[in-house]
Structure formats: C-alpha cells, structure tokens
C-alpha cells in the first residue's frame, strides 16, 4: 500500500513569492493534517481536514496561509508571499478517521531566500 | 493547552548500550500517548502508541515505554541499541480531536 505522497520534496524560493505543496493521503483515509516542523523541533499542527472540510484551522497563519482539500483526498497548502521565517518542513499526514493512527508523508523542505 | 517536553536533545551511545528518553506531558486529562522515530531522510514512523490498558507497551524494533501517570511520563527504552537506531525521537499525546502535540524532538547516534 502506498504511503502518503507529497511533492515537492524540495523548494527553494525567494521572500514574496508563493509557493505551493502537495499532498496525497494514503487511500480511504478521510482525515488529512498539515504540520510545520523548524529546525530542532517537533511538528506542530497547521490544519486538519475531516474530508472536505477544515475542522480545525486555528494554527493557520491566515493572512499569508491558505489550504485546499476539494474533494476530500488530496490536499494543497499554499503561502503567499513567502517570508524568511517560513523555511521549514512541510508535513502531511492521513490517518482513516480522527482517532485513529497518523501516517506521515516525507514532508516538503521548503527554503526562502 | 497540552505541552510535551523531552528533556534529551542529543544523546550519543555505543551499540549494546541501553537506552531510556525521558517525555513528560502536562495534560491531566484522558491522554493517548506515541512515540515516533525519523530515520536519515526518512519520514516520520510510529514506534508504539499508549491509549489504555497495560502501562507497559512494546513497539515495534525491540522498542518499549512505560507510562506512569502519577510522573506525567512516557519514556521510551530499548535494552540494547544498534547502529541502525540512529535516528530522532519524538514523543507526542493527542487530545479528543486526533491532534497531535509532539516534544522537541531528542536525537540519538549509536556509535558502532
């Protein structure tokens, strides 16, 4: 069974740009989360989506931070304009319902200039 | 709010050497408890999950943690570690809505 998938696995931008990621989560899996993770730290929690639906967003920098899961499988999180602050590790994760285990994908490293 | 704290960051070993991370969570409520390991270049993996039941829990890799309720702690053994357990712990809890709280995160080598 194929894992999460996420792309890209590396980005490298400059400050005020957007950029994009991507996220397939392992099949069936209804609920999705986006994580953050900076250097030296533990994976903190973006978003969470039961389907389609944003269930929990509190930790979402809105002003710069938005994020998309139309049809309830796969899921995109975008900034714009990129900061400095915001090289990290983008983490996606599955898992078949809310209370069940997470499953993790690779994460994108993203790195502005 | 939860808080999960992982007082190692770096820890450094001989293979066959024991090992014991110390995690502490803050939250007094019902808490499901997990470690995860990061191998190099790899994604994040579970290693055990606590939700109820025997204290004592065996993962995966000949890993193991205890938890104590009485010193908010979770802390993650193995008796004799290998080269290839190099790698970053993570402790985490989670609340009623399936969000995990993760520590900081202790990075362990095993010298061969």
């Known amino acids: 069974e194929a894992g999460v998938v996420q792309s890209p696995r590396y980005k490298i931008i400059e400050k005020k740009q957007p950029v994009a990621f991507w996220c397939n989560p392992i099949s069936g899996h209804n609920t999705l989360y986006w994580y953050l993770q900076n250097l030296g730290q533990g994976p903190e929690l973006l978003i969470r989506?039961?389907?389609?639906?944003?269930?929990?967003d509190s930790q979402l920098p809105k002003d710069r931070f938005s994020a998309e899961r139309l049809k309830g499988v796969d899921s995109t999180l975008k900034i714009q304009p990129a900061e400095l602050g915001d090289s990290a590790v983008y983490l996606c994760?599955?898992?078949?319902?809310?209370?069940?285990?997470?499953?993790f994908g690779p994460g994108t490293r993203l790195t502005v200039l | 709010a939860q808080s999960v704290s992982q007082h190692n960051h770096h820890v450094i070993l001989s293979e066959a050497a024991s090992l014991e991370l110390g995690c502490n969570y803050s939250y007094g409520g019902t808490v499901n408890l997990f470690w995860y390991v990061q191998y190099p270049g790899q994604h994040l993996q579970l290693l055990l999950k606590y939700f109820s039941g025997d204290p004592l829990v065996k993962g995966i890799k000949g890993f193991e943690a205890e938890f104590i309720k009485s010193k908010f702690s979770f802390n993650l053994r193995k008796p004799s570690v290998q080269w290839s357990d190099t790698a970053e712990y993570f402790c985490a809890t989670n609340n009623a809505g399936n969000m995990l709280t993760f520590g900081g995160g202790t990075r362990l080598m095993v010298k061969p």
């Open positions: 994760a599955s898992s078949l319902s809310m209370t069940d285990t997470q499953y």
């Open positions: 989506y039961e389907n389609e639906e944003a269930v929990d």
